[in-house]
T-cell receptor, first 111, second 113 residues
Protein backbone atom coordinates (compact mmCIF):
# COMPACT_ATOMS: atom_id res chain seq x y z
CA UNK A 1 0.00 0.00 0.00
CA UNK A 2 1.37 3.36 -1.07
CA UNK A 3 1.03 5.69 1.90
CA UNK A 4 1.61 8.72 -0.32
CA UNK A 5 -0.37 8.77 -3.56
CA UNK A 6 1.30 11.02 -6.09
CA UNK A 7 -0.35 12.11 -9.33
CA UNK A 8 -0.06 12.34 -12.20
CA UNK A 9 2.60 9.74 -12.90
CA UNK A 10 3.61 11.35 -16.16
CA UNK A 11 3.08 14.81 -17.59
CA UNK A 12 4.14 16.11 -20.99
CA UNK A 13 3.40 19.77 -21.63
CA UNK A 14 4.45 22.68 -23.82
CA UNK A 15 6.73 25.43 -22.63
CA UNK A 16 4.73 28.21 -20.96
CA UNK A 17 1.94 26.01 -19.63
CA UNK A 18 1.07 25.65 -15.97
CA UNK A 19 0.86 22.37 -14.08
CA UNK A 20 0.10 20.94 -10.68
CA UNK A 21 1.40 17.76 -9.07
CA UNK A 22 -0.51 16.30 -6.15
CA UNK A 23 0.53 14.23 -3.19
CA UNK A 24 -2.24 12.74 -1.05
CA UNK A 25 -2.49 10.48 1.96
CA UNK A 26 -4.94 9.32 4.58
CA UNK A 27 -2.18 9.75 7.15
CA UNK A 28 -1.00 12.90 8.87
CA UNK A 29 2.60 13.93 8.26
CA UNK A 30 4.71 16.12 10.50
CA UNK A 31 6.57 17.40 7.45
CA UNK A 32 6.58 16.91 3.73
CA UNK A 33 9.42 17.41 1.30
CA UNK A 34 9.53 17.87 -2.46
CA UNK A 35 12.48 16.75 -4.56
CA UNK A 36 13.47 17.10 -8.19
CA UNK A 37 15.74 14.57 -9.83
CA UNK A 38 17.47 14.71 -13.20
CA UNK A 39 18.78 11.62 -15.00
CA UNK A 40 22.10 10.44 -13.61
CA UNK A 41 21.79 12.51 -10.45
CA UNK A 42 20.37 12.08 -6.97
CA UNK A 43 17.17 13.81 -5.83
CA UNK A 44 17.66 17.46 -4.91
CA UNK A 45 15.58 18.90 -2.09
CA UNK A 46 13.34 21.76 -3.26
CA UNK A 47 11.35 22.57 -0.16
CA UNK A 48 10.16 21.30 3.21
CA UNK A 49 6.71 22.20 4.54
CA UNK A 50 5.81 21.61 8.16
CA UNK A 51 2.77 23.73 9.05
CA UNK A 52 -0.79 22.92 7.97
CA UNK A 53 -1.91 25.42 5.33
CA UNK A 54 1.65 26.54 4.67
CA UNK A 55 2.47 27.96 1.24
CA UNK A 56 6.03 28.34 0.04
CA UNK A 57 7.21 29.87 -3.20
CA UNK A 58 10.44 29.17 -5.02
CA UNK A 59 10.51 31.37 -8.13
CA UNK A 60 7.89 29.80 -10.45
CA UNK A 61 7.21 26.92 -8.07
CA UNK A 62 4.52 27.12 -5.39
CA UNK A 63 4.23 24.45 -2.72
CA UNK A 64 1.24 24.01 -0.46
CA UNK A 65 0.71 21.81 2.58
CA UNK A 66 -2.90 20.90 3.33
CA UNK A 67 -4.56 22.23 6.46
CA UNK A 68 -4.79 18.72 7.89
CA UNK A 69 -1.20 17.92 6.86
CA UNK A 70 -2.36 14.94 4.81
CA UNK A 71 -1.77 16.33 1.34
CA UNK A 72 0.45 18.68 -0.60
CA UNK A 73 0.70 20.16 -4.05
CA UNK A 74 3.39 21.56 -6.29
CA UNK A 75 2.32 24.13 -8.87
CA UNK A 76 4.65 25.28 -11.62
CA UNK A 77 3.81 28.46 -13.51
CA UNK A 78 4.98 28.98 -17.08
CA UNK A 79 6.94 25.73 -17.25
CA UNK A 80 10.29 25.72 -19.02
CA UNK A 81 12.31 22.87 -20.55
CA UNK A 82 14.71 23.17 -17.62
CA UNK A 83 11.88 22.04 -15.33
CA UNK A 84 11.97 18.60 -16.94
CA UNK A 85 12.70 15.85 -14.43
CA UNK A 86 11.30 13.46 -11.88
CA UNK A 87 9.44 15.14 -9.02
CA UNK A 88 9.10 13.26 -5.76
CA UNK A 89 7.15 14.03 -2.62
CA UNK A 90 8.19 12.47 0.67
CA UNK A 91 6.62 12.67 4.09
CA UNK A 92 7.73 11.99 7.64
CA UNK A 93 5.06 10.74 10.05
CA UNK A 94 6.99 12.03 13.02
CA UNK A 95 10.20 13.97 13.39
CA UNK A 96 13.13 11.62 12.98
CA UNK A 97 11.10 8.89 11.31
CA UNK A 98 12.09 7.53 7.96
CA UNK A 99 10.64 9.24 4.90
CA UNK A 100 7.79 7.75 2.92
CA UNK A 101 8.11 8.52 -0.79
CA UNK A 102 5.42 9.00 -3.38
CA UNK A 103 5.66 7.12 -6.68
CA UNK A 104 7.02 10.17 -8.48
CA UNK A 105 5.89 12.36 -11.39
CA UNK A 106 7.91 12.43 -14.59
CA UNK A 107 7.59 15.91 -16.10
CA UNK A 108 8.61 16.68 -19.64
CA UNK A 109 8.42 20.25 -20.88
CA UNK A 110 8.72 20.61 -24.63
CA UNK A 111 10.02 23.77 -26.25
CA UNK B 1 23.09 21.07 3.58
CA UNK B 2 25.46 18.12 3.40
CA UNK B 3 27.54 17.34 0.34
CA UNK B 4 27.50 13.62 -0.40
CA UNK B 5 29.74 11.75 -2.81
CA UNK B 6 29.50 8.16 -3.95
CA UNK B 7 31.91 5.79 -5.61
CA UNK B 8 31.67 4.28 -8.12
CA UNK B 9 29.24 6.37 -10.12
CA UNK B 10 28.41 3.36 -12.25
CA UNK B 11 29.54 -0.20 -12.80
CA UNK B 12 28.75 -3.24 -14.89
CA UNK B 13 29.17 -6.48 -12.99
CA UNK B 14 28.80 -10.17 -13.68
CA UNK B 15 26.21 -12.21 -11.86
CA UNK B 16 27.48 -13.95 -8.76
CA UNK B 17 29.99 -11.24 -7.91
CA UNK B 18 29.76 -8.52 -5.25
CA UNK B 19 30.13 -4.76 -5.44
CA UNK B 20 30.85 -2.36 -2.58
CA UNK B 21 29.55 1.20 -2.91
CA UNK B 22 31.14 3.94 -0.87
CA UNK B 23 29.42 7.01 0.52
CA UNK B 24 31.32 10.00 1.90
CA UNK B 25 29.69 13.00 3.60
CA UNK B 26 31.48 16.33 4.07
CA UNK B 27 30.26 16.67 7.67
CA UNK B 28 29.45 14.42 10.59
CA UNK B 29 25.92 13.08 10.47
CA UNK B 30 24.01 10.81 12.77
CA UNK B 31 21.72 9.13 10.28
CA UNK B 32 22.72 7.67 6.93
CA UNK B 33 20.41 5.75 4.65
CA UNK B 34 20.72 3.52 1.60
CA UNK B 35 18.03 3.50 -1.07
CA UNK B 36 17.41 1.65 -4.30
CA UNK B 37 15.74 3.25 -7.31
CA UNK B 38 14.73 1.93 -10.69
CA UNK B 39 15.23 4.62 -13.38
CA UNK B 40 12.26 6.97 -13.49
CA UNK B 41 10.70 5.45 -10.42
CA UNK B 42 10.51 6.23 -6.73
CA UNK B 43 12.94 5.30 -3.98
CA UNK B 44 12.87 2.19 -1.80
CA UNK B 45 14.67 2.30 1.52
CA UNK B 46 17.07 -0.60 1.98
CA UNK B 47 18.43 0.16 5.43
CA UNK B 48 19.49 2.77 7.94
CA UNK B 49 23.22 2.74 8.64
CA UNK B 50 23.86 3.31 12.31
CA UNK B 51 27.25 4.38 13.59
CA UNK B 52 28.50 1.96 16.22
CA UNK B 53 25.77 -0.60 15.76
CA UNK B 54 24.30 -2.88 13.13
CA UNK B 55 22.27 -1.43 10.31
CA UNK B 56 18.49 -1.54 10.50
CA UNK B 57 17.02 -3.26 7.43
CA UNK B 58 13.62 -2.73 5.86
CA UNK B 59 11.25 -5.53 5.01
CA UNK B 60 12.52 -7.48 2.03
CA UNK B 61 16.18 -6.64 2.57
CA UNK B 62 18.62 -8.75 4.57
CA UNK B 63 22.12 -8.25 5.89
CA UNK B 64 23.56 -11.25 4.03
CA UNK B 65 22.55 -9.74 0.70
CA UNK B 66 23.25 -6.07 1.52
CA UNK B 67 25.90 -5.84 4.25
CA UNK B 68 26.48 -2.28 5.43
CA UNK B 69 29.37 -0.71 7.26
CA UNK B 70 29.38 2.59 9.16
CA UNK B 71 32.84 3.00 10.67
CA UNK B 72 32.43 6.70 11.51
CA UNK B 73 30.05 9.65 11.26
CA UNK B 74 31.06 10.63 7.71
CA UNK B 75 31.36 7.35 5.84
CA UNK B 76 29.36 4.25 4.98
CA UNK B 77 29.51 1.38 2.53
CA UNK B 78 26.82 -0.81 1.01
CA UNK B 79 27.76 -4.15 -0.54
CA UNK B 80 25.49 -5.84 -3.05
CA UNK B 81 26.39 -9.51 -2.69
CA UNK B 82 26.03 -12.44 -5.06
CA UNK B 83 24.48 -10.18 -7.66
CA UNK B 84 21.80 -11.15 -10.13
CA UNK B 85 20.29 -9.12 -12.98
CA UNK B 86 17.40 -8.23 -10.64
CA UNK B 87 19.87 -6.18 -8.60
CA UNK B 88 20.42 -3.82 -11.53
CA UNK B 89 19.35 -0.46 -10.18
CA UNK B 90 20.50 2.91 -8.92
CA UNK B 91 21.74 2.85 -5.34
CA UNK B 92 21.58 6.11 -3.41
CA UNK B 93 23.17 7.19 -0.16
CA UNK B 94 21.32 9.76 1.93
CA UNK B 95 21.74 11.72 5.13
CA UNK B 96 19.38 13.70 7.32
CA UNK B 97 20.10 17.22 8.48
CA UNK B 98 19.28 18.82 11.78
CA UNK B 99 16.02 20.26 10.49
CA UNK B 100 14.82 16.88 9.26
CA UNK B 101 15.63 17.57 5.64
CA UNK B 102 17.12 14.65 3.77
CA UNK B 103 19.91 14.94 1.23
CA UNK B 104 21.04 12.48 -1.41
CA UNK B 105 24.24 11.50 -3.13
CA UNK B 106 24.47 11.33 -6.92
CA UNK B 107 23.79 7.60 -6.94
CA UNK B 108 25.58 4.53 -8.24
CA UNK B 109 24.12 2.97 -11.38
CA UNK B 110 24.63 -0.77 -11.26
CA UNK B 111 24.09 -3.10 -14.19
CA UNK B 112 24.38 -6.84 -13.62
CA UNK B 113 24.88 -9.03 -16.67
Amino acid sequence: TQLLEQSPQFLSIQEGENLTVYCNSSSVFSSLQWYRQEPGEGPVLLVTVVTGGEVKKLKRLTFQFGDARKDSSLHITAAQPGDTGLYLCAGAREYGNKLVFGAGTILRVKS
Amino acid sequence: SAVISQKPSRDICQRGTSLTIQCQVDSQVTMMFWYRQQPGQSLTLIATANQGSEATYESGFVIDKFPISRPNLTFSTLTVSNMSPEDSSIYLCSTRGGGGQQYFGPGTRLTVT
